[in-house]
């Protein structure tokens, strides 16, 4: 049953490639009027995911509902009504940017003016100049003011600021901050968790073709139990240790990893006294120790053992 408040809905969706499962009976619903990040590390089903609720696949099964509607039924409507940046965007390179914003334009009954895509994207400087001189930054926003020149209700962005410099990337954020105030709906998938925290108002990590978390970022952090992350590199860990440290005074949470052990902390200045005073006990040579706030990067990883960017 469709929801007016909902801008996409899908239960139970499932995508196979012969043996492969790519998503695994996923639900998901993305509020009209909200950023939804889509979290997860490569080969999680985050781009087959969102390539299903753009049409742009089939699913082998499951329901999806986009603003309301369905692919099967309602195509021609929900095409006039989506924007999408790709991962990999491709455009013709002797052409100039009003010219790739004019094709693109020419392709629905309704959308925003040139000259306002253009600006909304700041490219003003670069209108008359051909898609091969365009940076990797500017060909970037060109691709999203391909999405955007339809005037959508709702805009999918995969990883749209990958490989980019941090100033492209805070243009780029700038853009989808101003899409989102004039009421339209974004679903982004991101390696960056800055992005997320900063663009998202909840996100969904996916591991496996699953949901494995969902809420704000707010939500999810305070989920680790503390707000600070203690970082201590071991050269040799065991279980032993590892049950010690969790056991502390104001340790809230301990992780082994290749490099040592992470702590999620409530209270940093109890906490780390005691950690100390085991690892002294245990007699463990102690190389090195940091702390940093605790970040969806590590939410992720206490999730899956695995780090965003493998």
């Not at 742009?56 to 309301?68: A, K, M, N, Q």
């Not at 209700?153 to 901050?177: K, N, Y």
């Not at 992350?229 to 005074?249: F, H, K, N, W, Y």
């Amino acid at each position: 049953m469709s929801s007016p408040e909902l801008a996409v809905r899908c239960k139970d969706l499932v995508k196979r490639y012969a043996d492969v499962v790519a998503v695994d009976g996923l639900d998901l619903e993305v509020h009209r009027g909200e950023c939804f990040g889509l979290l997860g590390p490569n080969g999680a089903g985050k781009t087959t995911t969102v390539e299903i609720l753009e049409g742009l696949l089939e699913p082998t099964s499951g329901e999806v509902e986009i603003l309301g509607k369905r692919w099967s039924t309602d195509e021609a409507w929900l095409r006039e009504r989506l924007g999408v940046s790709l991962q990999l965007t491709f455009l013709p390179e002797l052409l100039t940017v009003r010219e790739i914003l004019t094709l693109f334009r020419s392709l629905y009954q309704r959308g925003r003016s040139i000259d306002e895509t253009i600006d909304l994207v700041l490219l003003r400087e670069k209108e008359h100049a051909r898609y091969a001189t365009l940076s990797g930054g500017q060909r970037q926003r060109l691709a999203v003011a391909c999405a955007l020149v339809s005037q959508p209700s709702l805009l999918f962005l995969d990883e749209p600021t990958t490989g980019l410099d941090p100033q492209s990337r805070r243009m780029l954020w700038d853009v989808i901050v101003a899409f989102k105030k004039s009421g339209g709906t974004v679903v982004l998938t991101t390696h960056y968790m800055d992005e997320a925290d900063k663009l998202c108002d909840r996100v969904g990590v996916v591991d496996r073709g699953k949901s494995i978390a969902l809420g704000t970022p707010k939500e999810l952090i305070g989920s680790l139990g503390g707000d600070r992350i203690v970082e201590l590199s071991i050269a040799d860990v065991t279980d032993g240790l590892v049950d010690a440290l969790r056991a502390a005074p104001g340790v809230q949470a301990a992780r082994a990893h290749a490099l040592g052990v992470s702590l999620a902390a409530s209270e940093i200045h109890v906490a780390l006294p005691a950690v100390l005073e085991v690892l002294r006990q245990s007699g463990v040579d102690l190389t090195d120790l940091s702390t940093h706030e605790a970040t969806l990067e590590d939410v992720f990883v206490t999730l899956t053992g695995r780090a965003l960017r493998e």
